[in-house]
């Protein structure tokens, strides 16, 4: 039920940035968790950096000083800001979003992935 909406990947040369966004949308009491997971070809998916609804971030290592998770609540949208890039970041990159009904119960969404190609 919960409609998410990607944008902002594309191909970037080693070193250059791009801003990734998710506009999550629903008849949802409210999102609670929302993260940037990615899957590079032939691996597994990893997650990337995570934020909780009251603003505490995580990061894999291996971005940790070049990617920063930011969310606007009040747009129901997270950001992925991604600077000094490099070609291992190659990979598709899926927003996820936990959301929280009315009753209390909770649920796990994901996009459909955006491409982002660092070129060498």
């Known amino acids: 039920q919960v409609q998410l909406v990607e944008s902002g990947g594309g191909l970037v040369q080693a070193g250059g940035s791009l801003r990734l966004s998710c506009v999550a949308s629903g008849t949802i009491f409210s999102f609670n968790t929302m993260a940037w997971d990615r899957q590079p070809p032939g691996k597994q998916r990893e997650l990337v950096a995570g934020s909780t609804n009251g603003g505490m971030t995580n990061y894999a290592d291996s971005v940790k000083g070049r990617f920063t998770i930011s969310r606007d609540n009040a747009k129901n949208t997270v950001y992925l800001q991604m600077n000094s890039l490099k070609p291992e970041d190659t990979a598709v990159y899926y927003c996820?979003?936990?959301?929280?009904?009315?009753?209390?119960?909770?649920?796990?969404?994901w996009g459909q992935g955006t491409q982002v190609t660092v070129s060498s």
């Open positions: 996820n979003v936990e959301g929280q009904y009315y009753s209390g119960y909770v649920q796990r969404y």
